[in-house]
């Protein structure tokens, strides 16, 4: 008899519940939602909300709402959600002084209730918040990721589908570094169903398709008007949430604890990762022109500033 697994978020607001939503759809785990005490019966709306969908889409696995940290006992995987998300004008870097005290405090619980669990960071600004998180946890640095590069390739993607008509099931790239102005999406590897995207767009297209990347939950936040995205990103840390507890060993984007890889050392960065039952089970050192590796050095740069204005480090 196969034994249950067990996801906790933390963090019920748009992205926890739309992350809770698609994992019970796929059966992937159980799920337990946490949440601010003020805001107990919110989370349990929630999830009986969620739960009472069950025998529509046919799931049987369950999704609980609590206040009450200690419930992420014996969890495989907590997704860290928790924090101020951004409003408009302001940048993911701005909510650095807010968001780490968050996260530190966070860390250490999970560490407490869920010792065994592998700790996967949305909080922005997410590379240093990964890094508050693994300097907190005590975690070894396999089992505490960050969740930007799953998310930043796939808007990548869908903008490249969109200027060729073609499905995005063809698109094939991947965006390192920071998660905000300075990401670095990788142009000269890029493919659709093996076909060179250089081939097929021009430099212009293809760098306006880069700047609005970077650009592209700043967009978001600006359309909505209130709050930040939420969708993809749930998907996109459902993503990297499969490839760990089916061990699927994924070729993903995602931040990693650097230590002399790409040149770098004591940094949380964007790199090409294989995500299986242990985490980050390998970091893959891809080979980068020129200007790619003078972009990722830019990036890496302005990610140690934020970096260095942590309180806790």
Same mark, same amino acid.
């Given at each position: 008899?196969?034994?249950?697994?067990?996801?906790?978020?933390?963090?019920?607001?748009?992205?926890?519940?739309?992350?809770?939503?698609?994992?019970?759809?796929?059966?992937?785990?159980d799920?337990?939602?946490? @949440?601010?005490?003020?805001?107990?019966?919110?989370?349990?709306?929630?999830?009986?909300?969620?739960?009472?969908?069950?025998?529509?889409?046919?799931? @049987?696995?369950?999704?609980?709402?609590?206040?009450?940290?200690?419930?992420?006992?014996?969890? @495989? =995987?907590?997704v860290?959600?928790?924090?101020?998300?951004?409003?408009?004008?302001?940048?993911?870097?701005?909510?650095?002084?807010?968001?780490?005290?968050?996260?530190?405090?966070?860390?250490?619980?999970?560490?407490?209730?869920?010792?065994?669990?592998?700790? *996967?960071?949305?909080?922005?600004?997410?590379?240093?918040?990964?890094?508050?998180?693994?300097?907190?946890?005590?975690?070894?640095?396999?089992?505490v990721?960050?969740?930007?590069?799953?998310?930043?390739?796939?808007?990548?993607?869908?903008?490249?589908?969109?200027?060729?008509?073609?499905?995005?099931?063809?698109?094939?790239?991947?965006?390192?570094?920071?998660?905000?102005?300075?990401?670095?999406?990788?142009?000269?590897?890029?493919?659709v169903?093996g076909?060179?995207?250089?081939?097929?767009?021009?430099?212009?297209?293809?760098?306006?398709?880069?700047?609005?990347?970077?650009?592209?939950?700043?967009?978001?936040?600006?359309?909505?008007?209130?709050?930040?995205?939420?969708?993809?990103?749930?998907?996109?840390?459902?993503?990297? *949430?499969?490839?760990?507890?089916?061990?699927?060993?994924r070729?993903?984007?995602?931040?990693?604890?650097? @230590?002399?890889?790409?040149?770098?050392?004591?940094?949380?960065?964007g790199?090409?990762?294989?995500?299986?039952?242990?985490?980050?089970?390998? =970091?893959?050192e891809?080979?980068?022109n020129?200007?790619?590796?003078?972009?990722?050095?830019?990036?890496?740069?302005?990610?140690?500033?934020?970096?260095?204005?942590?309180?806790f480090?």
């Amino acid at each position: 008899m196969s034994i249950r697994r067990k996801v906790s978020i933390i963090g019920a607001g748009n992205t926890g519940a739309t992350l809770a939503f698609i994992l019970v759809q796929k059966e992937m785990a159980d799920i337990v939602m946490i @949440d601010r005490p003020q805001s107990e019966s919110l989370v349990k709306g929630k999830a009986l909300d969620i739960l009472e969908s069950g025998p529509i889409f046919g799931f @049987d696995t369950t999704v609980h709402g609590s206040a009450h940290i200690e419930d992420i006992k014996d969890s @495989d =995987i907590v997704v860290m959600t928790a924090g101020v998300p951004r409003k408009s004008g302001m940048t993911r870097d701005d909510l650095v002084q807010t968001n780490e005290e968050i996260v530190h405090e966070t860390a250490k619980q999970i560490a407490t209730y869920a010792p065994d669990s592998a700790i *996967i960071v949305l909080t922005n600004p997410v590379d240093a918040m990964t890094y508050t998180a693994l300097k907190a946890s005590g975690f070894p640095k396999e089992r505490v990721i960050g969740q930007s590069g799953v998310l930043d390739t796939a808007r990548y993607q869908t903008f490249i589908a969109e200027a060729l008509n073609v499905s995005v099931k063809d698109v094939k790239g991947l965006v390192l570094g920071g998660h905000g102005d300075t990401m670095v999406p990788l142009i000269h590897s890029t493919q659709v169903n093996g076909v060179p995207v250089t081939q097929l767009l021009p430099k212009n297209i293809l760098d306006d398709i880069v700047k609005r990347t970077r650009k592209g939950g700043a967009e978001i936040v600006e359309l909505l008007g209130k709050g930040s995205a939420y969708y993809a990103p749930a998907t996109a840390i459902y993503e990297m *949430i499969e490839a760990i507890l089916k061990d699927q060993k994924r070729l993903l984007s995602s931040i990693a604890y650097i @230590d002399g890889e790409y040149g770098f050392a004591d940094i949380c960065l964007g790199v090409p990762t294989i995500l299986g039952n242990r985490g980050i089970e390998k =970091i893959i050192e891809v080979n980068l022109n020129s200007n790619e590796l003078e972009q990722l050095q830019h990036s890496a740069t302005s990610v140690q500033t934020i970096k260095d204005a942590l309180t806790f480090k």
